[in-house]
Structures are given as structure tokens and as C-alpha cells.
């Protein structure tokens, strides 16, 4: 959400900004709705001092023995308040048409982050690890299938397409990889660990920008709560409605969740596999800050998430994303793509992000300094630290073995029981 107050400020830089992110101007729009709104707030003020003015007036006439003028004074107020009703009406509905209006727009990029309109004008930051270059590589499906422990057909008799069944040493490696991200995190990067719902309401959903633009994206089950598509969602609404003292922040939370996406605009897009899927698991990486500590912590954020990758052995590249490509709630947002020898690619595992006040805002969450009255809205920023899924594939992919089994990276050998690999299940 943005302020109002702002883009009166300064209605050309507005308009700019949007522009970068190839959005059409609307200050001045938003602007003519602010006007109209403010105009129905003077009517409402100026109807409540009329009607507080002739009530008085009403126990002056009785007082004076004058009962024909008091009738008439009670008519009017009568007249007033119905009069009143109406504009505080309009107002509500001026209010909410702005607030539609605004929640509509994109939050507005950081100057230092590159133009361009798509994923080919992102800019590559850095690159870690060695990409190996197999020309016979098999892709994670066709590995883990020979495995026999990735079941698309089985996830297709029981939910339909873009779901997988996960069996043996491959389900166990997906926890593995959980509980390995989450002791990461908590242990030496001081994330809190949070168990949360993964069913919420409408105001949680757009808190952080999901509603009312991502709908369609979205699953919901018939009695209106929505399936959350990441922690994000939940991590990030913890401070909703809350006035935090300044001295509590930063907050930084962890979660592993499920997430689900309707992978609406995803048609054709990595049908076959788990790059892509209905249902995933995913640790997110969430923190509250204050307004000048925003972009610190994204670089802070981003090796968190880059750190899961060295530690996984996995070659990766971080690309900063341009203004025609970032997210909808994003200021700045850096991706970490992996490398994935059976596609000979770069593939996205991770992005994280700065939004600024933007979800602050939607949320009503705030801070306050020691001594001050004002507050100011927090200052939120989320990542991936990882996404489950693609980290099996990007392990499929990078340590598989001449005889098909896979190499368990040392970091994961204690969640594995010890094990140093993982063999075709039997019969397989």
C-alpha cells in the first residue's frame, strides 16, 4: 500500500516510479479520489456541527415556553441526521474505492535496481561453485523415477497433475534437507522457529499483497479461509495491528510449511517434474525491521539463503531481478539460482526481498522509538531458505552416481541416519 500523503507530495515521481515497473500514471486519479473523499469528510464535519448547534437550540426554545420553534428545530435535526448518514455513507464508499485503487498498484522499486522489462534484462551479481557440464545428464525426474521413489503417476491417481508421492530414501531426504535448513537458520543466524497456521483469513492474505491482484493464484477451501502459498504470509502477519517498541527489532522468523499455488499462469511451464508443483514444502525466512536497517538486512537475508547452498555443495549464480520483472510487493529482490546440469541451466531456489513499509501498511504494523509519540510503519523483508523441492531436484541433479544412486551431501549424513547414499529401492 502507499501513503497518500506522498504521492500529493510529489505526484511526478510517483508517476515515474510506476512507469519503471511498466504501470500507467495514477496519481492523478488517486489524487481526484483523495479530493473527493476529503470533500465528503468537510460535509460530514460541517453536518455534525450544524446538527450539534441547532440541538442546543431545541432546549433553548423549550426552555422560552416557544414549542412551535422547538418543533421546527427537531425537524430539522432530523432532517440533519439523515442528511449526515448520507455523507458519512458516501465518505465510507470514497474511502474504500481509494483504498481498492491503491492497494491495486505495485509497491515502487529502489532507485539502484536495473530497468528492463522481463527476466532477460535481470543483472547477474556473483556466481559460486563450478557448473558441471554433462551433455547425457538426466534431469531429477528421470533419476529419481529409476530410483524408483518419485511417483508422479501415484501423485496424479491422488490429486491430478503437478502432485508427486515421495518414498524411501528420497522422502527421507526431503526431511533431511527441512530440518537441516531450519537448525541452519535458528542455530546460527538466530531465526525463531514458528509453527504456523496454514489456513488464514482475507485480511492476513493481503496483508502482504496477495489480495486482491493474486487471487486467481490462490487456493481457497468453501468456508473462506485461504490456503497460504508460502510462510511469508503468516511470518509476516505476526506484527499485524501491533505497535512494537523499537528496541524488540529486527524480528527474524523461520518456518517450514507446506505451500500451495494454483500455478495459474503456468500453462505449458515445466509440466513434467517437481520444479513446479501444486503442493511443496518450503523454509521461509521473514524479518521486521525498522526503516533504515531495510537494506542491510537483505544482504544479510540473502546469505542466510546462500550459505544452504555452500553448505549443499550446489553451484548457484544471484541475479538482481529488474524493475519489469520483481514482484508485486517488492522494492529490490535478488534471486539465487542453482544449477541444474540435466536442464544445463540456471534455475531459481530461492528470491529474496525488501518491500519497505509497503506491507507495514496494509498490515497496520508499526514502531515506536523510546520517548516518541509518532510511530512509523515496519519495514519487511522475506526469502526462501530454501524451497525443499527444488533443492532435492538441484541434489538429484548434481549428485547423481554412474549407477544411478545418489550421494548424500556430509551436512545431510547425520539427518540420514548416517547414510552416505541412496540406492534404487528394491525391486525397483
Not at 545428464?137 to 491417481?157: K, P, T, V, Y
Request: with cysteine; hydrophobic share 35%; aromatic share 6%.
Amino acid at each position: 500500500m502507499h501513503d497518500i500523503n506522498a504521492i500529493r507530495e510529489n505526484p511526478e515521481a510517483f508517476d515515474a516510479a510506476l512507469k519503471r515497473r511498466g504501470v500507467e500514471a495514477r496519481a492523478a486519479d488517486l489524487l481526484a479520489r483523495d479530493d473527493a473523499r476529503r470533500k465528503a469528510i468537510s460535509e460530514s464535519q460541517e453536518l455534525q456541527t450544524r446538527r450539534n448547534e441547532v440541538s442546543k437550540k431545541i432546549g433553548q426554545a423549550k426552555g422560552h415556553g416557544n414549542e412551535v420553534a422547538a418543533q421546527q428545530l427537531m425537524a430539522e435535526v432530523s432532517s440533519l441526521k439523515q442528511d449526515l448518514q448520507n455523507a458519512e455513507e458516501a465518505e465510507r464508499v470514497l474511502k474504500a474505492e481509494l483504498e481498492a485503487a491503491m492497494a491495486s498498484l505495485p509497491n515502487l522499486v529502489m532507485d539502484d535496481i536495473p530497468d528492463g522489462a522481463d527476466e532477460d534484462d535481470n543483472v547477474e551479481i556473483r556466481r559460486w561453485g563450478q557448473p558441471t557440464q554433462n551433455p547425457a545428464a538426466l534431469q531429477h525426474f528421470e533419476i529419481g523415477e529409476a530410483l524408483g521413489q518419485m511417483d508422479f503417476e501415484a501423485g496424479a491417481r491422488l490429486s491430478g497433475a503437478r502432485f508427486v508421492v515421495l518414498r524411501d530414501g528420497l522422502a527421507r531426504l526431503e526431511r533431511a534437507l527441512g530440518n537441516f535448513m531450519l537448525d541452519l537458520h535458528v542455530n546460527e543466524f538466530g531465526y525463531r522457529e514458528v509453527s504456523p497456521p496454514v489456513l488464514v483469513r482475507d485480511e492476513v492474505v493481503y496483508g502482504v499483497g496477495q489480495l486482491p491482484k493474486f487471487e486467481e493464484d490462490l487456493f481457497r477451501t468453501e468456508n473462506g479461509y485461504w490456503l497460504t502459498s508460502t510462510a511469508e504470509v503468516t511470518l509476516t502477519n505476526l506484527v499485524r495491528e501491533q505497535i512494537l517498541d523499537h528496541v524488540s527489532l529486527p524480528l527474524r522468523f523461520t518456518a517450514l510449511t507446506p505451500c500451495f499455488r494454483s500455478e495459474a499462469g503456468s500453462a505449458g511451464r515445466d509440466t513434467r517434474g517437481m520444479i513446479r508443483q501444486h503442493q511443496f514444502s518450503k523454509v521461509e525466512l521473514v524479518s521486521i525491521v525498522d526503516a533504515e536497517s531495510g537494506e542491510a538486512e537483505l544482504e544479510r537475508k540473502t546469505q542466510c539463503a546462500e550459505t544452504v547452498l555452500q553448505r549443499l555443495n550446489l553451484p548457484y549464480r544471484v541475479v538482481s531481478l529488474c524493475a519489469g520483472d520483481i514482484g508485486f510487493g517488492s522494492r529490490k529482490t535478488y534471486d539465487l539460482e542453482v544449477w541444474l546440469p540435466g536442464q544445463n541451466s540456471y534455475r531459481e531456489i530461492s528470491s529474496c526481498s525488501y518491500c519497505g513499509p509497503f506491507q507495514g501498511r496494509r498490515m497496520n504494523a508499526r514502531y515506536r522509538a523510546e520517548g516518541e509519540k509518532q510511530t512509523h510503519f515496519v519495514h519487511t523483508l522475506n526469502g526462501s531458505g530454501l524451497a525443499l523441492g527444488r533443492t532435492l531436484v538441484a541434489l538429484l541433479e548434481n549428485y547423481v552416481n554412474e549407477d544411478g544412486s545418489i550421494t548424500i551431501p556430509d551436512v545431510l549424513r547425520p539427518y540420514m541416519g548416517g547414510d552416505e547414499k541412496i540406492e534404487a529401492a528394491h525391486g525397483a
